[in-house]
């Protein structure tokens, strides 16, 4: 049998890739350190290949790496990998997300604790030769209120040990459950709430567009008055580094703890510097052991992926290939919208899912659409770290449940996909179908039936039907310089309710948004954006 030849570029530990070394199927080759123009040189002779952090894995190399099959980041994140060149070039990403939950855990609280008793100005003090006992009155966690925005693995470790001080936990995440966080003894809250109510808050999120600066200005408005410690042991860029020195100059944070910044190395010389900051370059994954449990996981990956053809951690999703028949590919753009359109609809994310696919399509193996569905409702809150091989991994991780549905025959339709987004005060029902000639066709919101094809702008009015309601939507968005592409009125019954659906050339803005609101008989206002 051919060996696959693998290589190591990183310092990866010995004992964790002892599995794919001992492996009769695998030839492995440790070549630390190279130059870009060094593993072009070589990686045409390897399968696969396994980094670290500080190898940069670019497009040119992917280019010249004609065996290539998979790239093996021994962590989690893959800043150093063009995971776009790896998916066009047919090569699988993949890493370890769960090597180094103890240890990102375990650092948060050496964080916490090094800021509250300021034990590294006292360090440099005391080595420096300067006994200065009554500089450095520090604080207990006993009887404070921790804040944990993200309530994932890292986020309930950090919620467990911090018990065992005596905290009270407080926590922000919306696919946190009201059960879960009784039964674990966490007050849910939402961030503003998180903000007011915390003496010490720690952050556990991927950063997406709607964690990015999650903790800034208006955040630190809204903090104790008596002050604030914060720490963050998760990605630079979910505090805003410019609000937090200000917030630290004026008092409003009494301590930073951070140990992943914006730009690593950090740029910001000022936050660094600071009295009242704490900073680690970047070591929340950096224990022996920690090391060699991801270093046992992508070794595993490779073994797994290239004997039996196996991939649990993929970060990349595979390009649609032949396995997914004609008769499918119609359908990947229906659910890629139903899933970004669904999760829009909703105030808080779903606890159920149920997904039905009647007609000629419930003879197909639909997997796939699933996945993609869920991929697309996952993405606000997850960002690019939830794809089409992780997204059910991800649901189940937070409690939410789905039901898939198959049916041979379609009342009305040749084919009819239809979900349910399920939470304790909301539930939201979409249907949609292709129809020749017409092509991609959303056919129901809730119990109201329409017909029209999923643009980019959407605004959806929840309202009482009356005379002259139409008007002045219309009027308004004008005014606005909101350009109406499209219209589509859906109602119940005479002058009850009612829905009415604008296809726009634009963005509505805020302000419009909440004008729109102070029109008599509105009752919901949902802008959609779809990608």
């Known amino acids: 049998m051919t060996k696959h030849n693998v290589i190591v570029l990183d310092p990866v530990s010995q004992d964790g890739i002892q599995a794919l070394i001992d492996n009769d199927n695998f030839r492995v080759t440790r070549q630390e350190g190279l130059s870009e123009a060094q593993i072009i040189d070589i990686i045409h002779d390897f399968d696969a290949a396994i980094v670290r952090s500080q190898t940069k894995i670019t497009e040119r190399i992917i280019q010249h790496a004609k065996k290539l099959k998979m790239i ?199 936050l660094l510097t600071h009295r009242r900051t704490v900073v680690t370059p970047h070591l929340g994954a950096s224990t022996a052991e920690a090391q060699e449990k991801v270093a046992v996981s992508v070794s595993k990956e490779i073994i797994e992926y290239f004997e039996d053809d196996k991939i649990t951690h993929a970060v990349n999703a595979p390009r649609v290939s032949s396995s997914v028949t004609e008769e499918l590919k119609p359908y990947m753009s229906i659910v890629k919208h139903l899933g970004q359109f669904g999760i829009q609809l909703l105030d808080n994310p779903p606890q159920e899912i149920k997904i039905k696919y009647h007609g000629d399509i419930a003879v197909d193996d639909t997997s796939i659409l699933t996945r993609t569905f869920v991929t697309n409702m996952l993405k606000p809150h997850f960002g690019d770290e939830v794809n089409i091989i992780n997204a059910l991994y991800y649901l189940n991780e937070r409690d939410v449940t789905y039901k898939v549905e198959k049916k041979a025959k379609a009342d009305g339709y040749t084919n009819y996909l239809e979900v349910e987004l399920i939470n304790d005060n909301e539930h939201v029902t979409l249907g949609a179908s292709t129809i020749p000639g017409y092509g991609e066709r959303l056919v129901k919101i809730n119990e109201y039936p329409i017909d029209f094809k999923p643009e980019e702008n959407i605004l959806i009015i929840e309202h009482t039907d009356r005379p002259g309601i139409i008007g002045e939507l219309g009027a308004l968005l004008g005014e606005d310089s909101v350009n109406i592409a499209s219209m589509q009125l859906a109602r119940l019954s005479k002058e009850g309710d009612a829905m009415v659906l604008f296809i726009l050339d634009n963005q509505v803005l805020e302000a419009t948004y909440e004008k729109i609101k102070e029109i008599p008989n509105i009752h919901k206002v949902h802008t959609i954006k779809l990608g």
């Open 72 to 270: 093996a980041r021994a962590g989690v994140g893959v800043d150093n990998i063009d995971i776009d060149a790896a998916t066009k070039h047919g090569v699988i990403v993949v890493n370890a997300p769960e090597g180094n939950t103890i240890s990102a855990t375990e650092h948060t609280l050496a964080m916490m604790l090094s800021m509250a008793r300021d034990i590294p100005e006292a360090y440099k003090e005391l080595t420096d030769g300067t006994w200065n006992r009554g500089a450095h009155k520090g604080v207990e966690l006993y009887g404070k209120t921790l804040g944990i925005i993200g309530a994932g693995k890292i986020g309930f470790g950090v919620a467990r040990r911090a018990k065992s001080f005596g905290m009270k936990i407080a926590a922000f995440d919306p696919y946190l459950s009201d059960e879960k966080a009784r039964d674990n003894e966490i007050l849910k809250m939402e961030v503003d709430e998180l903000a007011a109510a915390a003496d010490f808050i720690t952050v556990h999120t991927p950063l997406t567009p709607q964690t990015k600066g999650i903790v800034g200005a208006d955040f630190f408005s809204k903090c104790k008055k008596s002050g604030v410690y914060l720490i963050n042991v998760a990605r630079g860029g979910i505090i805003d580094e410019d609000d937090l020195l200000e917030a630290l100059d004026a008092g409003i944070v009494k301590g930073a703890a951070l140990d992943v910044f914006v730009t690593e190395p950090p740029e910001n010389t000022a």
